[in-house]
């Protein structure tokens, strides 16, 4: 929880957006791009580091990502213009997230397999919560020392803290089981076949199109979450900052729960639950007005509330339907849906803004994806339990 505690920050990088724009007179697109290129650099190294994780084992992978992660953010400090920035931010920051992120989740789903889905959501709540923390915090060191040395705070401070949980995370032994297991009889009863590989199973195909729908709308609406609320709103900006952390919060407490969900309900339903709160968030702000503060905040606690659910859902489906010994490296290949996720979504937020002057409009697109979501996953994810043979 600690390891992902730092590496949520890229949450908050809406609070970095406005000092940035002012400073290197950029637009909102171009304000996007190492954020959005830190979430693709994020996604493409998953799969990557999934296949090493159980060859150099968790400590030195965390290691080696928590030196990227901070390296990543101080030479980002240093950066003078947009594609310095979305260089040391984007590809280095996002590499050793990337690198990073996989590893705690590899580590509890082998310590609780009895309670895969709820261990994996609590872990991640650390994720979902970092901008609870971090999006104030930054405002603040940003008030006192600008944008700048805020970066390089954030570089050296998350190096020492990552470094330092190396001591604690590693795997159980290899013949480890847990000393009490409430469904042991259920499990020595029957064979679970699991498809040989992702490729081969159509329930990997339609995981991967609803997660990366899921993600296209939540970190479209993450993106743009502060200027929405000062520009459509016309609230504060302190108090737009702020209200990241609210957001952060439903985001966090949404993963332990529809990791539970997960583990008692069909992916499909609460697939088409997400999608469907997804879908009444951007109907409230296609139709927000200027003052309308609590349908703001609403809409975008339900954004991030989703994003946050998508994040425990999608792994725990993946240890469901296929080899939990491989969870590693599916997960990381599932993960890639994240990235292209990431990528058309903030893209699609930018470029709406500066097309047509207003983020109002990046609501109807999502929307839009959120019914074809709701009809994908009402089909596509029906096949979504693994063969069981007595």
């Known amino acids: 929880m600690t390891v992902l505690l730092c590496l949520g920050t890229v949450y908050s990088w809406s609070v970095f957006r406005k000092p940035l724009e002012d400073e290197l007179s950029i637009s909102a697109t171009q304000s996007l791009l190492p954020y959005t290129i830190a979430l693709l650099f ?15 084992g968790a400590r030195r992978m965390i290691m080696l990502g928590g030196l990227i992660v901070g390296f990543g953010y101080i030479c980002s400090s240093f950066a003078h213009n947009i594609l310095t920035l979305t260089l040391t931010y984007g590809m280095i920051t996002g590499t050793g997230v990337g690198i990073t992120y996989g590893v ?7 310590w609780f397999p009895d309670k895969k889905g709820l261990a994996v959501g609590l872990t991640i709540i650390g994720f979902g919560l970092s901008p609870l923390v971090t999006a104030p915090l930054a405002k603040n060191l940003i008030d006192a ?66 997660y990366m729908i899921g993600t296209f709308v939540g970190l479209s ?14 609230i504060d900006p ?54 309308q503060v609590i349908t703001y905040l609403v809409a975008f606690c339900l954004f991030w509330f989703c994003l946050g ?23 990381g290949i599932v993960f890639t849906a994240y990235g292209i996720g990431a990528l058309l979504g903030t893209l699609v937020a930018g470029s709406i803004r500066d097309w047509f002057g207003s983020y ?23 096949r979504d339990r693994p063969i069981e043979t007595s």
């Open 104 to 110: 705690p989740m590899a580590v509890v789903a082998r």
């Open 360 to 382: 109002t409009y990046a609501f109807y697109p999502m929307g839009g994806v959120a019914i074809l979501g709701i009809i994908l996953a009402s089909f596509w994810l029906k």
């Open 42 to 56: 994020y996604a493409l190294l998953m799969p990557i580091a999934g296949f090493y994780i159980p060859r150099l």
């Open 238 to 291: 302190g108090v737009a900052a702020t209200s990241v952390s609210l957001f952060a919060l439903f985001n966090g407490v949404s993963r332990p729960l529809f990791g539970w969900l997960s583990d008692r309900f069909k992916p499909r339903y609460i697939a088409i639950a997400a999608y469907t709160l997804i879908l009444i968030a951007c109907i409230l702000m296609v139709n927000a007005q200027e003052g």
């Open 145 to 210: 020392y600008q944008v700048r040395p805020t970066l390089l705070i954030f570089g050296i401070v998350f190096t020492l803290i990552i470094l330092l949980m190396t001591i604690v995370l590693k795997f159980p032994p290899v013949d480890w089981q847990p000393k009490e297991k409430t469904s042991a009889s259920t499990v020595t009863s029957r064979t679970v076949t699991y498809p040989k590989t992702l490729w081969k199973s159509r329930s990997f195909y339609g995981l991967w199109v609803c």
């Open 221 to 234: 609406a993450i993106g743009i979450s502060s200027p929405v609320g000062e520009e459509i709103i016309k």
């Open 309 to 331: 659910g998508w994040l425990a859902l999608a792994p725990t489906t993946t240890l469901r339907l296929f080899r939990p010994e491989d969870y590693a490296q599916n997960y």
